[in-house]
């Protein structure tokens, strides 16, 4: 039994990790616009039954912004494992453009080393408008890629989404760290469509996101009046529904005023 729960939790954080932030991507963005700052709730869902839950929390800082997720167990699966994830990637704002500098993911309470962290040397290039080498470790081994446009990993790639949703941009690739390299993911936007979630209806716009290699697809709706925040992530594969991510509640943050939405009736505890 311990077996077996250590071998889902592992695998469903990755999944909550991969599908919070992966499923859903546009171009980067080519102002300065920021998305509000806020604090939000996560929880997973497998087969009905919350696994994980995840805090994310986005901050303006003095050359762009950071971001932050802190993942754990939750449950059940709290009593027989004690795994915790933190992560944080840093972005600067670069001649109107956006630009990840800083990534850095953690994972204790684990028996491998799962730990990933690098920095991003951004240099303008005359032929392709934008130069950059990629340097760190991912789980031990050393990290060194040259990059020829900007990349994200599977946090901070939530900024180009929330600011470009509504553009309707056509289908496109997007450029992702994962497994120690950056693989190609192609996500397009499916316009309006109302989702409910714990008897409210939202308006939402529709997100899917394939990886260009692998038989997966990510199914997002995201709210514009909670500034483009998901409320619900379906990842499926092989036409099976594999988990489900919901927002539980979220805090925004605006010139020192905060408002508050909760959407579930039982409020989670948050380390």
């Known amino acids: 039994m311990e077996i077996r729960s250590t071998y889902r939790l592992r695998s469903t954080i990755s999944i909550f990790l991969l599908t919070l932030t992966v499923m859903v991507a546009s171009a980067a963005s080519s102002s300065v616009e920021l998305p509000e700052e806020f604090s939000a709730n996560y929880a997973l869902e497998v087969y009905g039954t919350v696994l994980a839950r995840a805090r994310y929390t986005l901050e303006h800082t003095e050359n762009g912004l950071s971001m932050t997720q802190s ?8 009593l027989l494992r004690d795994d915790k994830i933190d ?9 109107g453009q956006i630009l990840l500098v800083n990534y850095d993911y ?5 028996d491998k080393d799962r730990d990933i962290s690098f920095t991003i040397n951004w240099q303008p290039d005359p032929k392709h408008g934008l130069s950059g080498k990629a340097g760190g470790i991912y789980e031990g081994q050393k990290v060194d890629i040259d990059l020829d446009k900007p990349v994200w990993d599977p946090l901070s790639i939530q900024v180009p989404i929330m600011i470009d949703t509504d553009k309707q941009l056509p289908p496109h690739e997007q450029g992702l760290f994962i497994k120690g390299e950056f693989k190609e993911y192609l996500f397009e936007n499916f316009g309006s469509e109302k989702v409910e979630y714990n008897g409210e209806l939202f308006n939402a716009i529709k997100i899917v996101g394939r990886e260009t290699k692998r038989d997966r697809a990510m199914y997002v709706w995201l709210v514009p009046e909670l500034h483009n925040l998901p409320v619900k992530i379906e990842q499926w594969k092989e036409g099976e529904l594999k988990s489900t991510v919901l927002l539980e509640s979220v805090t925004f943050e605006n010139k020192g005023k905060a ?7 039982d409020p989670s505890d948050y380390e």
């Open 259 to 265: 408002r508050t939405i909760n959407l579930t009736d």
């Open 106 to 110: 953690k994972h204790t309470g684990d």
């Open 71 to 78: 993942t754990r167990p939750a449950g059940l699966v709290a």
């Open 87 to 95: 992560v944080r990637s840093d972005m600067v704002i670069n001649d």
